[in-house]
T-cell receptor, first 112, second 115 residues
């Protein structure tokens, strides 16, 4: 149990386009989901906390208008990277909270 | 402020030898501590956690961790390392001031187990 999926697992896009990443809790309901960003061989950087039915709480330094988060249901949160640029290329990981956090497999975003 | 530190960027161990991955924490109040493992291009997998109770916590894949309050440490251990244990390991503490259970991660330690 406690499986979290992410889609897509990898995506390549052109600079200036927007990319949507989905995070789903498959066998439990999660009122809270988290979005992280990770650079190679580095720790996870929390970007935002997503609560079902309310606005996301962003960490300091994370642009709300660039990284749009929607938590429409208890099993789905989405992260949209708007007007992506090469510096947005990274590994994005979500987690869903059910007693403790369960992590998705991550999404590799490459912006050309 | 709450924090965790992993003093070693990399740990090298020979297969069959015991391994230790170090973690120290700084929290106010009782800590909720976690260990996660990450394989290349994958998300994090939960290994074990300490909330309360016995100081020695047993987790997945033969790993265990010892909570030491006086030394504010939560080192991850395994009696006999496998090559397949090679991965990136993260210690984390739950932010008790965040209702959603936000985790604060250490820097990560890369474990390399050689045959």
């Amino acid at each position: 149990g406690a499986v979290v999926s992410q889609h897509p697992s990898w995506v390549i896009c052109k600079s200036g386009t927007s990319v949507k990443i989905e995070c789903r809790s498959l066998d439990f309901q999660a009122t809270t989901m988290f979005w992280y960003r990770q650079f190679p061989k580095q720790s996870l950087m929390l970007m935002a906390t997503s609560n079902e039915g309310s606005k996301a709480t962003y960490e300091q330094g994370v642009e709300k208008d660039k990284f749009l988060i929607n938590h429409a249901s208890l099993t789905l949160s989405t992260l949209t990277v708007t007007s992506a640029h090469p510096e947005d290329s990274s590994f994005y990981i979500c987690s869903a909270a059910y007693n403790e956090q369960f992590f998705g497999p991550g999404t590799r975003l490459t912006v050309l | 402020a709450q924090s965790v530190a992993q003093p070693e960027d990399q740990v090298n161990v020979a297969e069959g030898n015991p391994l230790t991955v170090k973690c120290t924490y700084s929290v106010s109040g009782n800590p909720y501590l976690f260990w996660y493992v990450q394989y290349p291009n994958r998300g994090l997998q939960f290994l074990l956690k300490y909330i309360t109770g016995d100081n020695l916590v047993k987790g997945s894949y033969g790993f265990e961790a010892e909570f030491n309050k006086s030394q504010t440490s939560f080192h991850l251990k395994k009696p006999s390392a496998l090559v397949s244990d090679s991965a990136l390991y993260f210690c984390a503490v739950r932010d008790i001031y965040n209702q959603g259970g936000k985790l604060i991660f250490g820097q990560g330690t890369e474990l390399s187990v050689k045959p």
